[in-house]
Nanobody, 122 residues
Framework: QVQLVESGGGLVQAGGSLRLSCTAS????????MGWFRQAPGKEREFVVA????????RDADSAKARFTISRDNAKNTVYLQMNSLKPEDTAVYYC???????????????WGQGTQVTVSS
């Protein structure tokens, strides 16, 4: 079974950028679609972006359009989330997830990382 470890979170000023990484153990990473979700304090977990197994199809939430980009490198077992023009409302714990198809629904993913904190100061 694949295990996921996120990294790259931290504190950034509004307008700045961060790149999150999610590295998977195991040899079957390319069999999984990958997604990024986030959860802010007191709020439900929400979808951010997703990418298909081969990387040809991506989906993104309205909050991520034009600012966030998902990509993957199957040779490195890693999926990335490039976040630009960050806003204080982007502050959350960001989770990567692996599933059978790219989707905006958390129920499509059965493997989750532990999360990485992103804090955007105003």
């Amino acid at each position: 079974q694949v295990q996921l470890v996120e990294s790259g979170g931290g504190l950034v000023q509004a307008g700045g950028s961060l790149r999150l990484s999610c590295t998977a153990s195991g040899r079957t990473f390319s069999n999984y679609a990958m997604g990024w979700f986030r959860q802010a304090p007191g709020k439900e977990r929400e979808f951010v972006v997703a990418i298909s197994r081969g990387g040809g199809i991506t989906r993104d939430a309205d909050s991520a359009k034009a600012r966030f980009t998902i990509s993957r490198d199957n040779a490195k077992n890693t999926v990335y989330l490039q976040m630009n023009s960050l806003k204080p409302e982007d502050t959350a714990v960001y989770y990567c997830a692996a599933g059978t198809y790219s989707s905006g629904s958390s129920s499509a993913y059965n493997i989750w990382g532990q999360g990485t904190q992103v804090t955007v100061s105003s």
